[in-house]
């Protein structure tokens, strides 16, 4: 599977619709360790020509430095258990993570018009990668069904395993 960001396919339109957040000085209820400052979110979607999978990862990065701060996954299927949004254990997350996938949870993923426009996103992305969003799910033959479903089975583990540790005290 290749993940590969939206700018790599349409670069000005990345930059005209990235969504930025950007914080106040002052504490408030989204700032009990984050920095004050901006964040964008940089688009990231499988190109994988057999896989719909249906789901972003933004990648927040901190204006300041310029570093990814938190990888976020967000599916798009309402009754897909993986939907998230939940931090990637595939990549790196900084030591404020947690506040910043509240943050983008209950701020940015809100908006109902910004969710659509990742879904275009990931179809644009799927078209110029050269498949069809939508129809390669039911291509799959059943092997390959079956290596999806133990790769969401791993996956749902290791989201439990990263949970459960989190509520142990330290």
Do not use: W
């Amino acid at each position: 599977m290749s993940i590969l960001p939206f700018h790599a396919y349409f670069p000005e339109l990345a930059e005209d619709e990235c969504r930025h957040v950007f914080l106040e000085g002052e504490p408030g209820p989204h700032q009990s360790q984050l920095p004050a400052g901006g964040y964008a979110l940089m688009e990231y979607y499988c190109t994988d020509r057999k896989c719909d999978c249906r789901r972003v990862i933004l990648a927040v990065i901190d204006h300041r430095t310029g570093k990814k701060q938190a990888s976020i996954s967000f599916g798009f299927d309402r009754d897909d258990p993986l939907r998230g949004p939940f931090l990637d254990p595939m990549n790196y997350q900084c030591s404020y993570a947690d506040e910043l996938l509240e943050l983008v949870r209950d701020v940015v993923l809100r908006d109902p018009q910004y969710v659509a426009r990742l879904e275009r996103h990931y179809s644009m992305v799927k078209q110029a990668a050269g498949a069809k969003a939508g129809v390669a799910a039911v291509s799959l033959s059943p092997q390959q069904v079956q290596e999806r479903i133990a790769q969401r089975k791993a996956m749902r583990r290791l989201l439990e395993k990263k949970q459960s540790s989190r509520k142990r005290p330290r």
